[in-house]
């Protein structure tokens, strides 16, 4: 089969691309001297994670339960479901445990400790739990200095958790305007869950994990002393938003939408596809860039990108491509039915529109497979 018979649109994965873009990482990773976890709610597959697992005993990270359980009926167990913990998931948790995961849980509050720690006593069941600390006024957490933080910590050890550690996310990384930022992001992020860590080592509470994460400060961490795993999801197939931070190049990016041409506007230099917002999301993350790719570029069959071609505007199916505003490039000559390659600003939400990845290889166009994505709650 090749990519010129498949139905449009649908979702093309460079399998060369993702093995690159894992395999750079994991060195970066491995001559820091820290682990990776890492998150798998970019890719929704176990396809693609036999490409980033070394084995199916690594650990791994989740942003749903439906994820942990997916994962652990193809043999991961090591899985931390990285998104606060609330009581109505106690059940499907503590499920998951019994059939053999090894699922850890996260929280930032006093609340939510007092609840798993009755739940830990009342089924006899030590979750483990690592307690998220906000290193950027990003999104949630505890800050270090918090007196919560040893209460917290405190609660879960004493009320039979098992109080495995503090993790924290960099979500500021993706806002950052260069790369020096970003290595400052990284800096910032160590720095406060390291804190995080000793603070609870020097209150007699265990602190064994120290957990980062997000694919900029990944990608430009220079020194992670004191941390001993990073979680890290979209650098496996990268996307706009990330060339437009300098995290990856237009070429590393491994996930695309495939498109066929439908009609033209000539008049006004159109060229109509059936990719719209439902198959490429409606995020335009890269709006807030300095260059805005509209809600992708535009790369022929193969995946070179058309001179300053990007989709400007989408509609539930229709795509509107056009060539980016003041630019001297020349639309190109693109018939009925000609297919094109679309780069996404944000991989995650792009694939969470499909339900599988059409596999190829390069500048190739043979599909070398089909993998099955999952997505929901
Ligand atoms: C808790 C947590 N950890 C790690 C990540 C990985 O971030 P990225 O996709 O930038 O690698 C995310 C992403 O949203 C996250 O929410």
Known sequence: MKLGQLETPCLVLDESRLERNVARMRAHLDALGVS????????????????????????????????????????VRDILYAVGVTPNKFGHIADLRKRGARLAVILDNLDAARAVAAHARASADRIPVLIEIDCDGHRSGIVPGDPDLVEVGRTLADGGCELRGVMTHAGSSYNCESVAAIKAMALQERDAVVTAANTLRAAGLPCPVVSVGSTPTATYAENLAGVTEVRAGVFMFFDLVMAGLQVCTIEDIALSVLASVIGHQREKGWIIVDAGWMAMSRDRGTAKQKLDQGYGVVCDTYGKPYPDLIMVDANQEHGVVALRPGTRAALPELPLGAQLRILPNHACATGAQHQAYQLVRGDGDAISASWPRIGGW
């Open 36 to 75: 990776l976890r890492p998150h798998l709610k970019t890719a929704k597959s176990i396809d693609v994670a036999r490409r980033v697992l070394r084995a199916l005993d690594d650990p791994i990270t989740v942003s749903t339960l439906k994820e942990a359980e997916y994962f652990l009926g193809h043999g």
